[in-house]
């Protein structure tokens, strides 16, 4: 899975999504976490804390479909920390990409470990 959209329109749904997602609930895992989807242009993210469920719909410059579930807190905080401007994203196995600008001229790349869901 490959996109890239501006950093304030996902650093906004990411952080509604951590809101929603829990954390309490250790013996579930997969409710702390965010699921994205892109399928050609269109990124779709979802969470449950299993009362409450989210889901966005956001417009991206897709360049590979796929899906990935990873901490919905984690990418809320990497994608805040960054300058306005485009953010990069992309999954690879058990790794998340996410490249974007710092402050001006100074490139971030970070890798997470992720885990996948199964179908």
Do not use: W, Y
Not at 5 to 17: D, I, K
Not at 32 to 38: H, I, R, Y
Not at 68 to 96: C, H, P, W, Y
């Amino acid at each position: 899975m490959k996109f890239r959209v501006e950093r304030e329109v996902l650093a906004e749904a990411l952080g509604a999504a951590a809101r929603v997602a829990s954390t309490r609930n250790n013996a579930m895992p997969a409710l702390s976490g965010v699921k994205l989807e892109v399928t050609g242009d269109q990124l779709t993210l979802s969470c449950t804390d299993n009362d409450l469920s989210v889901q966005f719909v956001l417009p991206v410059g897709g360049q590979a479909d796929g899906v990935v579930v990873a901490s919905a807190k984690l990418l809320s905080d990497i994608v805040r920390a960054g300058a306005d401007g485009k953010v990069t994203f992309e999954s690879a196995g058990e790794e998340v990409h996410i490249h974007q600008v710092v402050h001006k001229q100074q490139l971030q790349h970070l890798l997470l470990a992720i885990s996948r869901t199964s179908h």
